[in-house]
């Protein structure tokens, strides 16, 4: 359980920051709004992604 806790907060970190940088370099604003639903966003997808690559490891 702290394991996936701890992927769930670095993950939603690393998105976070990482869409801040872009937002900051190619748009020249980061609203708070964009940048957490993005990262939350992305987070859902990578335990989407988990979830299926354990369905299909199991067969």
Known sequence: MAR???IFVAAF???A???AAY???FHG???LKEILSTAF???IGLYVG???ERR???G
């Open 4 to 6: 996936e806790l701890f």
């Open 41 to 43: 966003a992305a987070v």
């Open 29 to 31: 604003e980061a609203s």
């Open 13 to 15: 970190a690393a998105f």
């Open 50 to 52: 988990r979830y299926v």
């Open 17 to 19: 920051s990482t869409v």
């Open 56 to 58: 299909l490891i199991n």
């Open 23 to 25: 937002l900051a370099a």
